[in-house]
């Protein structure tokens, strides 16, 4: 997160670090007791290996009450990403057993009403992704404030120029910007989560390259089938 602060422990108690050999690779959040919802380019660079999912956390190194680190059981990128665009960037992770839920770990819901959230709406998102340009990575969880941008403006010749598709939805990258390792992670407008962090033109805090997020609603009925058939 470039231009934020960093997060009140625990008030985001849904957040998750994508772990691999015990580094943070990607955020998500939990959607069930038993699923994280993250981006499908996270996998981009695993080599096959499957996530560890850390929970309850605030600092990724210092020992907390409600912090425990999940095995997953299967991961489920969506049958469209790919690692050429952005489109369809989701991923259903499985955890190998339902999460303790508690003060530091809650559920989130995501908006199932396929409608764009209008364009100056304030939302926030957080990530333990790098704070500076020179790709610093906290120790805590940061967060950021920032405006959703209507597509048309996301879509013009000098920011994404058409590849932004109503799937998708942006928010303005003015300084205060998602950056390497905040991607998965949920933007939440108005208590709900809208949208999931992706890394798009994989440049942070430049205002000409908005901010881009997969929407969540028009994907609601393939995650819905997913948990569905993997819970039995
Ligand atoms: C395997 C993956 C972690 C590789 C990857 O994603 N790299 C990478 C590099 C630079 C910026 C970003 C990035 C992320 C989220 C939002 C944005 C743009 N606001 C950029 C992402």
Redesign the pocket.
């Known amino acids: 997160i ?1 231009g934020g602060y960093e997060a009140k422990p625990h008030l985001r108690p849904y957040m998750a670090s994508l772990q691999l050999d015990g580094q943070h ?2 955020g998500g959040f939990l959607i069930a007791e038993q699923w994280v919802l993250s ?1 499908a ?6 080599d096959g290996r499957v996530f560890q999912v850390l929970l309850g956390a605030h600092s990724l190194t210092e020992p907390e009450p409600h912090k425990r680190l999940y095995q997953v059981r299967a991961q489920f990128p969506h049958p469209g990403s790919n690692i050429h665009n952005n489109k369809d960037d989701l991923l259903l992770l499985q955890l190998e057993e339902k999460a303790e839920l508690n003060a530091a770990v809650q559920v989130l819901p995501f908006q199932r009403e396929d409608r764009d959230v209008a364009a100056d709406t304030v939302c926030d998102v957080a990530g333990w ?2 704070i500076t340009h020179s790709g610093r990575r906290p120790d805590k969880l940061y967060q950021v404030e920032r405006p959703v941008i209507s597509r048309d403006v996301c879509n013009h010749r000098t920011r994404h120029d058409h590849t932004i598709t109503e799937k998708m939805m942006c928010t303005d ?1 003015r300084r205060r ?7 998965g992670g949920p933007l939440v407008c108005n208590g709900v989560a809208e949208g999931v ?9 430049n205002y000409k ?4 997020y997969t929407r969540i609603a028009p994907y609601a009925a393939w995650i819905d089938s997913v948990m569905a058939s993997a819970d039995g």
């Open positions: 470039l690779v990607c981006a380019h996270c996998t981009e660079e695993t992704g790098t990258s910007d998602t950056c390497k390792g905040d991607s962090v992706t890394a798009g033109s994989r440049v942070c805090g390259k908005p901010a881009i």
